[in-house]
């Protein structure tokens, strides 16, 4: 299925200022809730013996580093949903407060940060990470602690088995990497592809083995399987070995940073396949990073600013307004709808509990997004359509929708 849709104004990349800083208000109160769990909400000048006035929520994320915009869309988003909230009355009269934290892009750093959300700061639930591996790392702490955790965007099936305190409201890679390798070979009409994949990342690793599967399912050959670790930057071994087995395509299954460079260095070497990748590419920094290289190749997204939505429409009008007239990213989407659903889940809680919370987000039904529809099932992740995009400049041109 092919559409075409009405194509928006090129969009204003502006420098957003962004301070990932904690944000702690003055004095904190440790009320003991029944079931034992200590919570700590920020008082401010209440009158003595009166509730906690505020609901702690934690984001951890790579506010800097190599993915850097992952972490600065995703809560910007978040803080979008959160702000909507609070100037509408917050949550039964208490207002909501986000204490975000930077884990810089790497694992060991977003199991420290989430230590210390939950320990320290009293969350009562999490969004993040973005990167499978990050929230991988810190999942394990949050299922133990029994806090609730949503990920707006991690797509390696590993990371809701977890336990039953995570979650994530975007689809999974096993349908990723079966989109990608159907578009390969029915769309783009692709018999023989290439991959590169980043073996330090579980996503990518994940992600390469689901579209090879279904790209031999097919009836499609994989004439070359190479490897690179995210933060590496020549690329051109690799490349070389792939241009001798003359793929009609290749498949790089990693994050923008990497991808960027890797395009430069497969044009230099004058291989001219269309690169194909995954949601990873997301960034307003790609075309940055990556020029007119970069231009004409493919990607599977959670999100398209050309949508006709009118619930898309505004939220990117909104989202302008917010921050500078930028663009909405993936990210952003998703982590305004994954808070706007952690909202929700607390709305229906009616007390700031993470059990009550939990129980709540798994109930999730229908609930309208701007990145589509989210159910959450059994086994807390959400079943959604894919959306092929073309990176054109910097915008990524819709080309087709593809549902599960
Ligand atoms: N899906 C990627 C992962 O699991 C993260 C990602 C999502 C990156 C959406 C960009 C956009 O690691």
Redesign the pocket.
């Known amino acids: 299925m092919l559409k075409t849709l009405k194509t928006l104004k090129t969009p204003i990349m502006l420098a957003a200022v962004f301070s990932a800083s904690a944000l702690f208000s003055g004095c904190t109160k440790k009320t003991d809730d029944q079931s034992g769990t200590a919570q700590v909400a920020a008082v401010k000048s209440e009158p003595s013996g009166a509730q906690a006035s505020e609901i702690v929520i934690g984001e951890y994320g790579s506010f800097t580093g190599n993915?850097a915009t992952?972490g600065q869309s995703t809560d910007k988003g978040l803080k979008m949903a959160i702000d909507e909230t609070n100037k509408a009355g917050g949550i039964k009269g208490k207002q909501i407060k986000l204490i975000a934290l930077d884990d810089q892009g790497k694992a060991e750093e977003a199991a420290a940060v989430v230590t210390r959300l939950i320990t320290q700061n009293k969350v009562v639930a999490l969004i993040g990470e973005?990167?499978?591996?990050r929230?991988l790392a810190a999942a394990p702490i949050a299922q133990e602690h029994k806090i609730p955790m949503i990920s707006?965007?991690?797509?390696?099936p590993k990371?809701t088995e977890i336990g039953d305190n995570i979650f994530r409201v975007?689809f999974i890679?096993p349908f990723?990497g079966t989109v990608m390798a159907k578009f390969a070979f029915e769309h783009l009409k692709v018999k023989k592809v290439a991959i590169l994949r980043d073996v330090k990342?579980?996503?990518?690793v994940g992600l390469a083995d689901y579209f090879i599967k279904k790209f031999k399912e097919l009836g499609g050959e994989v004439v070359a399987d190479e490897s690179y670790q995210g933060g590496e930057m020549d690329f051109k071994p690799q490349l070389t070995k792939l241009k001798s087995k003359t793929p009609e395509a290749i498949f790089i299954p990693g994050?923008?940073t990497e991808v960027g460079l890797i395009a430069r260095q497969a044009r230099a070497l004058n291989i001219s396949a269309p690169l194909l990748g995954?949601?990873?590419?997301?960034?307003s920094k790609l075309f940055e990073i990556g020029g007119k290289d970069i231009n004409g190749s493919y990607f599977s997204?959670?999100f398209t600013t050309e949508s006709t939505d009118p619930a898309v429409v505004d939220f990117l009008k909104r989202y302008k307004e917010k921050y500078n007239g930028e663009t909405a990213?993936?990210?952003a989407a998703?982590g305004y709808d994954a808070g706007k659903i952690l909202i929700a889940a607390i709305e229906r809680a009616g007390e700031a509990k993470p059990e009550l919370i939990r129980a709540e987000i798994a109930k999730t039904k229908d609930f309208v997004g701007v990145t589509g529809k989210i159910s959450i099932d059994s086994q807390r992740n959400a079943t959604k359509p894919a959306m092929v995009v073309k990176v054109d400049g910097n915008v990524n041109r819709y080309v087709t929708t593809i549902t599960p």
Do not use: I, K, M, R
């Open positions: 993915e992952f973005v990167a499978s591996s929230t707006p965007s991690s797509t390696n990371v975007c890679d990723q990342s579980d996503y990518s994050y923008y995954g949601d990873g590419w997301d960034s997204n959670h990213d993936g990210l998703l």
